[in-house]
């Protein structure tokens, strides 16, 4: 609207210059000025009163730095506007419309957690630019998601021959309490076969035992005192990373610091879009994580963003611990890296022998 006052003011200053000073040529350029500013200023008022900016979001959830698809539609209805320019969000790209009254754009976060993204606005403008009107869409709030990343294996022997390499116990070898069903998998004894449930639904479905869970990888996420955002966002990719990548390989297990029980994985990760989720939001102010659920666990990881973050792991007894940080400690060689973060592997917990009196 500025530059329609000042072509409206320089009118008049003409018009008014040519009746004090008789000269009449001057009526032209301000009478030209002032019709001008008036056609420009009813037809953008016009034409804007009949537009509408509609922003479809493809998925309201992204993971980190991916592109998040959106589609703009401007609405047209009444008179149509002279020249129309479109921004998907706040900040992007100023795109003029032609003939097709939809653009597809992609914006990208950062950072994981809640983002509001500001409405979508469509500018209507007369060919001079003198006259100016802006219509906004709705805004959105996406959630964004630590991104997955890929594992890879360090200085001594690398993570799979660790994490894997253990033989699976029978249940001759003490697994005998049926925890929950499972789909058959080839190979197993045909004594774990649930036939009430192959009876009833006809698909092949095996029991599976208290011991096949203690061998489950226990992931830990300690988001307490971490030495910066940046480095919990580290410590947060690194637990979906190994989610996924210990999901695939067997199944595991994920402890937050709210949560009362392990959260299983099995191989075709069921229920990993929530705990992805839960993720994204984790803040440091979410406390300890509980250490009774921890009992006879056989593979730990402890992942913190704390500098000091071996602290804790004097309270854990499973076999085999690791501690996830982007702050490795030099007395622990490196096992495997993920998403920034070093996995080291720590001393064995050996139970104490008695003294033979």
Do not use: K, N
């Not at 009526?27 to 016009?46: D, I, N, Q, R």
């Not at 709705?138 to 959630?143: G, R, T």
């Not at 894997?164 to 004594?191: C, F, I, K, Y």
């Amino acid at each position: 609207m500025r530059r329609t006052s000042v072509a409206v003011g320089l009118g008049i200053t003409l018009c008014l210059a040519a009746g004090a000073f008789a000269a009449a040529p001057l009526y032209v350029p301000g009478l030209a000025l002032l019709l001008f500013a008036a056609t420009a200023l009813g037809w953008v008022s016009l034409s804007g009163r009949g537009v509408d900016v509609v922003r479809s979001v493809g998925d309201l959830t992204v993971e980190e730095s991916m592109p998040l698809r959106l589609t703009l539609r401007v609405l047209r209805s009444g008179l149509p506007p002279p020249t129309t320019e479109v921004r998907a969000w706040p900040g992007g790209a100023l795109t003029p419309l032609g003939s097709e009254a939809a653009v597809s754009a992609a914006v990208r976060f950062a950072r994981r957690g809640r983002h509001r993204l500001g409405p979508a606005s469509a500018t209507i403008s007369d060919p001079l630019g003198l006259c100016r009107a802006t219509v906004f869409s709705a805004s959105d709030d996406v959630l964004v998601l630590p991104r997955i990343l890929p594992l890879h294996s360090g200085e001594v022997g690398g993570a799979a021959g660790l994490l894997w390499s253990r033989r699976p116990r029978t249940a001759a070898e003490g697994a005998t309490d049926v925890d929950s069903l499972q789909a058959h998998r080839p190979g197993t004894p045909a004594s774990r076969i649930h036939w009430p449930t192959v009876a009833r639904t006809t698909t092949l479905m095996e029991r599976r035992l208290v011991a096949d869970e203690d061998q489950r990888p226990l992931i830990v996420v300690d988001s307490r005192e971490p030495s910066s955002a940046e480095a919990l966002d580290a410590v947060v990719r690194a637990a979906a990373s190994l989610c996924v990548h210990l999901g695939r390989h067997g199944g595991c297990a994920l402890v937050l610091p709210s949560d009362r029980r392990p959260i299983r994985l099995d191989p075709e990760l069921h229920g990993f879009p929530e705990l992805h989720a839960r993720l994204a939001l984790l803040e440091p102010e979410a406390g300890s994580p509980p250490f009774g659920c921890l009992t006879g666990a056989e593979v730990v990881l402890w992942l913190t963003a704390a500098t000091a973050g071996s602290g804790a792991l004097t309270q854990l007894r499973a076999p085999v611990r690791y501690l996830v940080s982007p702050h490795p400690e030099a007395r622990w060689p490196t096992q495997f890296t993920v998403a920034g973060c070093a996995g080291q592997r720590l001393e064995r917990v050996r139970p104490r022998r008695r003294a033979i009196a």
